[in-house]
C-alpha cells in the first residue's frame, strides 16, 4: 500500500487558516495508545521517527490512528492575520446567531459523542475519563448555559426616552493554547469566546495534537461556515509552543492569550501579556482541597475522593488533598480503600479503567520520601504497576497511593500538601482533636490560605457548618458542598479559579465574559443635552438646568 493510499484511511489534519487547510510536507503522527502500552520503547522510537520522516508509515498502518501538519512561524503568523481580519466582522454578527452556532456545535457533539470518545481514547485517554471530558463539553453549551450567556452578554432597559444598553464587547483576537493532559476538551472551552464576538487562533499541543485537531475541524469549523461567519474566525494549528507565544505576546494583532499550563510559565506569560498591553487569562495548576466533616456520609465522601485518581491525578481539577474531621478519619480512610480497590490501570478502551500511564515518576517518589520523613504514615500504594495491575519495578502505572498525616498546624511543611503533585497520590490531613466550633475556624483558614484556588469541596449535613463554610470560602472559583468534585452542573463555570491557578486577575472562567469587556450604550430620541447633562441632580434639587448654568456662570 502507498503512502497516498495508506493515508486514506488515517485520518490526516493540515494546518486549517483563513478558511483553508494549508500543505505540508511535515506531520507529527499519533501511535495508538495500545501500541505505547504494549511496548513503549518501540512505539516512541516509531513516533520519533515518523516525526522526523525517517520512517515509511505505510508500513506501520495498524500502530497510526493519526497525523496532523506541523506549522512553522509563517502558519502562525497567517493565522494571526487571518483572525483579525475577520474579528470585526465575526464581532457584528448578531448575538442569536453566535448562540446558534454553539448550540450547533453541542448537537453535533452529541450526536457524534461515541466518536469523540474513540478519538480521545486513540490519543491515550481512558475511555472514562474521554466520557467525563465530552460530558464538560456538553454541559458548557447546554441550552441552560446559553440561556445564561445571552442575559449576561447584553441587557436592555427602556428608561424615559432612552434604550438603554448594558453589553460585553468581544476583545478581538483570542489566542489559545491547550495543555498536553486534556487537549481536546481544553480547546473547545476556548472556542466559547467565539460566543463574545472573538476570533481565535489555537495551538494544538505536539504531544497531543490529533484530538484538538479532530473536534475544531470536524465540528467547529463546519458550524462557522454555515452561519457565513468570515474566514480567520477559528484557525488552528500544530505548533512548538514557545516560538508561537512568543510571537503572540509580540504581535499588534493580539487583543486576549488564553494559556494553559503550569504555573511558572503562566505567571511568566501573565507578566508579559500585561507589559504588552494584552489580557491574560489563565488556567494554571491546582492543588484541590476536599473537607469531610464528622457527619458527613462517609460513603459518598469516599467515593468523591476516588476521582482524585482520575487520569492518575493528572488533570488539574481532581482533589488533591484531604483534611478530615479526626472523629471520621479512620472510617474514612477504610471506606476510601475498599472504593479504590476498583481503581484499575488498563488499555484505555477497556471499560472500568481510570488510571492512565505516567511517564516520569522520580517526583512521585520524591513526594512520598518527603512526606514519610516529615512522619507521615502510607495507608495504601506507592508502587508502580503493570497494565494489568501487578506490581513491578518497571510498571508505566502508579498505584493509587494515600498517605495519613496527622495535625492540620504544620502539615504544609510536606510538599505533597503544599504543591500539586499531578499523581495519583492523595494526603488525608488530620487535625487535632478541638471543639467543632474551633476546629471549624481551623479548618477554614486552612482553605482559605491555599496559594492555589481552582477548586474546593465540603461534605457535611450539618446546614449551619454549611453556611460557615460557603460563607467564609472565597477561595477558588468553585465551591461544591456534597456532590461530586469533579462534576459538571449548569450555570456553573467548568473551568477558573484564584490565587497561583489564575494568576492576579483568576476567577471563574467562563470564556465568553473572560475574552469580552463592559460597555454601556444609551440610544435616545427627543432629549434635550442641556436638561441631560443635569438630569440626576435637577430631579433632586428641582432647579432648571437653565438656572443651574446660569449659576455656574
Not at 491547550?178 to 495551538?203: D, F
Request: charged share 25%; proline share 6%.
Amino acid at each position: 500500500m502507498s503512502e497516498r493510499q495508506q493515508m486514506k484511511t488515517v485520518p490526516t489534519y493540515a494546518s486549517f487558516v483563513g478558511g483553508q487547510d494549508l500543505a505540508s510536507d511535515r506531520h507529527l503522527y499519533t501511535v495508538s495508545a495500545r501500541s505505547v502500552l504494549e511496548d513503549v520503547f518501540s512505539a516512541l522510537t516509531l513516533k520519533r521517527k515518523l516525526d522526523a520522516g525517517q520512517a515509511d508509515p505505510a508500513e506501520f498502518a495498524d500502530r497510526i490512528v493519526g497525523r496532523c501538519a506541523a506549522a512553522g512561524d509563517d502558519v502562525n503568523e497567517a493565522a494571526l492575520r487571518a483572525a483579525a481580519a475577520a474579528a470585526p466582522i465575526w464581532a457584528s454578527t448578531p448575538l442569536r446567531t453566535r448562540l446558534e452556532g454553539m448550540a450547533m456545535i453541542r448537537e453535533r457533539v452529541r450526536a457524534r459523542h461515541d466518536e469523540i470518545v474513540d478519538t480521545l481514547i486513540a490519543e491515550g485517554n481512558p475511555r472514562l475519563l474521554a466520557q467525563w471530558q465530552v460530558s464538560g463539553m456538553l454541559t458548557a453549551a447546554s441550552d441552560d448555559m446559553l440561556i445564561w450567556f445571552e442575559t449576561q452578554l447584553c441587557q436592555e432597559f427602556s428608561v424615559g426616552p432612552r434604550r438603554l444598553f448594558v453589553r460585553r464587547v468581544a476583545d478581538g483576537v483570542v489566542c489559545v493554547n491547550p495543555p498536553q493532559n486534556a487537549p481536546a476538551s481544553s480547546a473547545l472551552l476556548g472556542c466559547m469566546s467565539l460566543l463574545a464576538g472573538n476570533a481565535i487562533v489555537v495551538r494544538a499541543p505536539r504531544s497531543a495534537p490529533l484530538g484538538v485537531m479532530y473536534l475544531l475541524r470536524e465540528f467547529v469549523a463546519p458550524v462557522l461556515e454555515e452561519l457565513g461567519a468570515p474566514p480567520g474566525t477559528l484557525n488552528v494549528f500544530c505548533a512548538r509552543p514557545g516560538r508561537t507565544i512568543d510571537t503572540w505576546l509580540e504581535s499588534p494583532l493580539v487583543n486576549d492569550i488564553f494559556y494553559t499550563g503550569s504555573v511558572e510559565r503562566g505567571l511568566e506569560v501573565e507578566r508579559r501579556c500585561i507589559e504588552a498591553g494584552k489580557k491574560p487569562i489563565l488556567e494554571l495548576s491546582g492543588n484541590d482541597c476536599v473537607v469531610v466533616w464528622h457527619d458527613a456520609d462517609v460513603e459518598l465522601a469516599a467515593q468523591a475522593l476516588t476521582e482524585a485518581f482520575y487520569g492518575s491525578g493528572q488533570i488539574c481539577m481532581v482533589p488533591n488533598q484531604v483534611v478530615a474531621h479526626p472523629r471520621i478519619a479512620d472510617e474514612l480512610l477504610v471506606a476510601l480503600d475498599a472504593a479504590l480497590q476498583k481503581v484499575k490501570p488498563g488499555y484505555p478502551d477497556e471499560d472500568g479503567v481510570l488510571l492512565s500511564p505516567v511517564m516520569r515518576t522520580e517526583r512521585f517518589f520524591g513526594y512520598v520520601r518527603d512526606a514519610l520523613e516529615h512522619g507521615a504514615k502510607l495507608v495504601r500504594g506507592g508502587r508502580r504497576l503493570e497494565v494489568d495491575g501487578t506490581p513491578s519495578d518497571t510498571g508505566m502505572f502508579l498505584e493509587p497511593t494515600v498517605l495519613r498525616v496527622d495535625g492540620l498546624v504544620d502539615c504544609r511543611d510536606i510538599e505533597m500538601v503544599r504543591e500539586e503533585t499531578f499523581f495519583p497520590l492523595l494526603p488525608i490531613v488530620v487535625p487535632q482533636e478541638a471543639e467543632d466550633h474551633s476546629l471549624l475556624d481551623d479548618v477554614i483558614a486552612f482553605v482559605e490560605s491555599n496559594r492555589y484556588g481552582l477548586r474546593n469541596s465540603l461534605w457535611s449535613k450539618d446546614p449551619a457548618v454549611i453556611d460557615e463554610f460557603v460563607r467564609r470560602v472565597r477561595n477558588g472559583g468553585l465551591l461544591k458542598v456534597n456532590d461530586s468534585h469533579i462534576g459538571f452542573a449548569p450555570y456553573l463555570p467548568t473551568h477558573g479559579g484564584t490565587g497561583l491557578t489564575g494568576g492576579a486577575f483568576g476567577e471563574a472562567n467562563y470564556p465568553a465574559l473572560r475574552t469580552s469587556h463592559l460597555q454601556g450604550v444609551s440610544i435616545a430620541e427627543g432629549v434635550r443635552p442641556l436638561d441631560a447633562v443635569f438630569d440626576s441632580y435637577r430631579l433632586v434639587a428641582g432647579v432648571p438646568a437653565q438656572k443651574l448654568m446660569q449659576n455656574k456662570e
